[in-house]
């Protein structure tokens, strides 16, 4: 039961390009999503979340677009830096429905080259 | 920056011991969950804790698991009697608000 999908498993950019990450969702009860990056051996740090009132959301290097109607988002990460290497995991969450509960992606590990 | 802590980092246990996975959540946060990652699989939601009760749970977390807030800081994650594909990293979870958790550095179990 995928109901958040992450169907790219890794993503290899250049320094200094744009990284683009995608996550499609099947769930409408999803009105609220994040992005996580992990390192490994280490817990999921918060990046950046959008509320679906909302169809952007900008923060420094990183910016994620929501599009409701194809249920899909994507995380733009611009100029790409050699210390973003990690797996980025979006997730989603039903907050209308009262539940705290996080759905995660499988994750899509993120690759910049020097 | 505040963070949530886990411990231990790492716990190995023989099947069918009792495991306690301690946590300390960020101190004005309302919130509290732990997750799990089987190696190679996604994180999954086990159970959100507010109010001193469980406020969600997975079908993940059945009568094995327990969670308890002792005293105004920790909160524990506690596994009855383990199992093989209990083995995984989990981690505890802590928000001001129903939304947008912080995550510890995670407490990998390996049970043999």
């Known amino acids: 039961d995928q109901q958040v999908k992450q169907n790219s498993p890794s993503l290899s950019v250049q320094e200094g390009r744009i990284s683009i990450l995608n996550c499609d969702y099947t769930n409408s009860m999803f009105d609220y999503f994040l992005w996580y990056k992990k390192y490994p051996a280490e817990g999921p740090t918060f990046l950046i979340s959008?509320?679906?009132?909302?169809d952007k959301n900008e923060d420094g290097r990183f910016t994620v677009f929501l599009n409701k109607s194809a249920k899909h988002l994507s995380l733009h990460i611009v100029p790409s830096q050699p210390g973003d290497s990690a797996v980025y995991f979006c997730a989603a969450q039903p907050t209308q429905g009262g539940s705290e509960k996080l759905v995660f992606g499988k994750g899509t590990k993120l690759t910049v080259n020097p | 920056e505040p963070e949530v802590t886990q411990t231990p980092s790492h716990q190995v246990t023989q099947m069918g011991q009792e495991v306690i996975l301690r946590c300390v959540p960020i101190?004005?946060?309302?919130?509290f969950y732990w997750y799990r990652q089987i190696l190679g699989q996604k994180v999954e939601f086990l159970v959100s804790f507010y109010n001193n009760e469980i406020s969600e749970k997975s079908e993940i977390f059945d009568d094995q698991f327990s969670v308890e807030r002792p005293d105004g800081s920790n909160f524990t994650l506690k596994i009855r009697s383990t199992k093989l594909e209990d083995s995984a990293m989990y981690f505890c979870a802590s928000s001001e608000a129903a939304f947008r958790a912080f995550f510890g550095q995670g407490t990998r179990l390996t049970v043999v």
């Open positions: 959008i509320s679906s009132i909302k």
């Open positions: 101190s004005n946060h309302l919130y």
